[in-house]
């Protein structure tokens, strides 16, 4: 891992730490959690967000780039099927050639015996 892998990987550490802070200290009332709860009268609560929930929502976003970004760094080349097939069909004929010539051993032997 490079030094772009590092940085984010310790970035995405310390998101992830805030966000759970974030989350834990935010109470029950003015919470992320009312969003589904269906308090109030509008579709997602009142219009009003504290502080904390904008916070959250914003490390939240941080949380999801980051990884996206780690997984894009970290990612490992795939190897192409067709560049495997070629690759045994080129080593075949050799490792073939190799072998009738370590084959044929004794007969090289015998012939220069007899001379």
């Not at 894009?72 to 009738?100: C, F, G, I, Q, Y």
Request: glycine fraction near 8%; charged fraction near 20%; hydrophobic fraction near 50%.
């Amino acid at each position: 891992m490079g030094a772009i892998g590092v940085v984010l990987l310790v970035a995405f550490i310390i998101v992830c730490v805030l966000l759970i802070l974030l989350v834990s200290v935010q109470d029950n009332e003015n919470g992320m959690g009312g969003v589904f709860g269906g308090r109030g009268s509008t579709a997602f609560g009142s219009h009003s967000a504290s502080v904390l929930t904008k916070a959250t929502a914003v490390f939240v976003v941080l949380f999801f780039v980051l990884a996206f970004c780690l997984a894009l760094v970290n990612k490992k080349p795939t190897l192409d099927k067709e560049l495997m097939v070629e690759e045994t069909a080129t080593e075949a004929p050799a490792e073939e050639s190799t072998t009738t010539e370590s084959s044929d051993w004794w007969t090289d032997s015998e012939t220069k015996d007899a001379e």
